[in-house]
């Protein structure tokens, strides 16, 4: 589901513009061609396919091409017709010079043992970037083929994002932790790593402009981290109040029982240790008697209910739990989204194998955000 944040809720709608229906199994991504009516889908059922606008309004396929195992990832870049599909398998299918999206030239580079999670490709040092749940991060050449580096982490690498300018990817992982890596040539070298999520990290945003990074979780967070301060700031959805940074402590800063690790205090007062948990309206270390309750509060882009403080959930009046955000039904369970912010276009893929073409110009001086259903 797609969800709209506003300073009050508007009732303007996106409008559905086409489906596009062929695939036999999920569609992994749907990327739409800039300045053309067209649009590049992968699949699960093992198919690329490059779909153009004809007279009569439909869509249909200028590229069919069959892969040697189920797609899960994709690329495009645009200025040079070319396209990097990664695989189930741990490869990387190369469609280079897709000259006006009739032929094709293609080669496979074996980039992981495992199922590709992500790609990004860099025109400027021809490396096609890519991580996969083979533990690894890896930058091959595209020009020779060659393997340039890997570099692997503890747990499947689950998205991925790229500054250009100066060579830094950001790799999320399924333990919640977010690697920056320096690329070379033939190495690469570890920056930081931020931590902060409580669950897996499930995709990665990058603002090269403002420098900041935005990561979104199983635990139903997104965090917007200042990578200039090297700071992380809890924010749910763009527009609103930042909730506050969690604080640390070795007790329950409500209650003062300890946690599991505190061993001395545990000796101490002969209590066992508890689980630690954060207030998202206040940030505090609690204990969860102490955080029972769970409340929404739209100002700092919690729509649904997260955990609070009983103290905390007492300060929320009824008028603060209203919601900011406006929801639009896809109609489909949707796995993969992209937009044209220039011609205020959206594309949505999902498990139902259909892909639709949504404008969005008629939501009105809308912040877009990606937004999930709660499961």
Same mark, same amino acid.
């Given at each position: 589901m797609?969800?709209e944040?506003h ?8 409008v559905l513009l086409? /489906?596009?229906e ?6 992994t991504a ?5 300045k053309?009516?067209g649009?590049?889908t992968a699949?699960e059922?093992r198919?690329?396919?490059?779909w153009?606008k004809?007279d ?5 396929? %200028?590229i069919y091409?069959t !892969?040697?195992?189920?797609c899960s ?5 645009h200025?040079s ?9 741990g ?5 280079g010079?897709v ?7 293609f080669?496979?580079f074996q %980039? ?5 999670s992500a ?10 970037? %890519?991580?996969g749940h083979?533990?690894c991060?890896?930058?091959? &050449?595209?020009?020779?083929?060659s393997m ?5 982490f503890?747990?499947?690498?689950s &998205?991925?994002?790229y500054d250009?300018d100066?060579q830094?990817a950001?790799v ?9 890596l320096?690329?070379?040539?033939s190495?690469?070298s570890?920056?930081?790593t931020?931590k ?5 990290i499930?995709c ?6 403002q420098?900041l990074l935005f990561s ?6 997104i965090?917007?981290?200042?990578i200039?301060?090297?700071?992380g700031?809890?924010?749910?959805l763009?527009?609103?109040q930042c909730?506050p940074q969690?604080?640390?402590s070795?007790?329950c800063?409500k209650?003062e029982?300890p ?6 205090? !545990?000796?101490?007062? /002969?209590t066992?240790?508890?689980?630690q ?13 102490c955080?029972? /309750? ?5 100002? !700092?882009g919690?729509?649904f209910q997260v955990?609070? &403080?009983?103290s905390?959930?007492d %300060?929320i ?7 900011l955000?406006?929801f639009?039904e896809?109609?489909h369970?949707i796995?993969h989204?992209? !937009? ?5 276009l ?8 259909i892909?639709?073409?949504?404008d ?7 912040s877009l955000?990606t ?5």
């Amino acid at each position: 589901m797609a969800a709209e944040i506003h300073s009050r809720p508007q009732s303007s709608r996106p409008v559905l513009l086409s /489906k596009i229906e062929g695939h036999q199994d999920t569609v992994t991504a749907a990327l739409l061609i800039p300045k053309e009516d067209g649009v590049i889908t992968a699949s699960e059922d093992r198919t690329i396919r490059v779909w153009l606008k004809r007279d009569s309004g439909q869509y249909w396929p %200028s590229i069919y091409h069959t !892969m040697a195992s189920p797609c899960s990832a994709m690329a495009y870049h645009h200025e040079s017709r070319r396209i990097f599909v990664g695989q189930d398998n741990g490869a990387v299918m190369y469609f280079g010079h897709v000259s006006c999206f009739v032929e094709v030239n293609f080669d496979t580079f074996q %980039s992981h043992q495992n199922r590709v999670s992500a790609i990004i490709f860099s025109v400027a040092v021809e490396w096609v970037i %890519s991580t996969g749940h083979d533990k690894c991060v890896s930058w091959m &050449c595209t020009r020779s083929g060659s393997m340039l580096g890997r570099h692997f982490f503890t747990s499947w690498a689950s &998205c991925l994002q790229y500054d250009f300018d100066t060579q830094y990817a950001f790799v999320g992982d399924y333990s919640g932790q977010i690697t920056l890596l320096k690329l070379e040539q033939s190495a690469c070298s570890v920056i930081t790593t931020l931590k902060g999520h409580e669950g897996s990290i499930v995709c990665l945003w990058w603002d090269p402009i403002q420098r900041l990074l935005f990561s979104g979780a199983s635990d139903n967070s997104i965090i917007m981290w200042d990578i200039g301060g090297r700071k992380g700031r809890t924010l749910l959805l763009q527009g609103h109040q930042c909730a506050p940074q969690w604080l640390e402590s070795d007790s329950c800063q409500k209650c003062e029982q300890p946690f599991f690790w505190n061993i001395k205090q !545990m000796w101490d007062t /002969k209590t066992l240790g508890l689980r630690q948990h954060h207030c998202r309206k206040c940030g505090q270390a609690v204990c969860g008697k102490c955080s029972s /309750k769970r409340s929404s509060y739209p100002i !700092m882009g919690f729509e649904f209910q997260v955990r609070v &403080c009983d103290s905390c959930y007492d %300060s929320i009046k009824d008028e603060d739990r209203t919601s900011l955000a406006t929801f639009h039904e896809g109609k489909h369970n949707i796995s993969h989204m992209s !937009m044209d912010v220039a011609r205020g276009l959206m594309v949505t893929c999902g498990t139902d194998r259909i892909v639709k073409i949504w404008d969005m110009t008629p939501v009105v001086g809308c912040s877009l955000a990606t937004g999930f259903s709660p499961h």
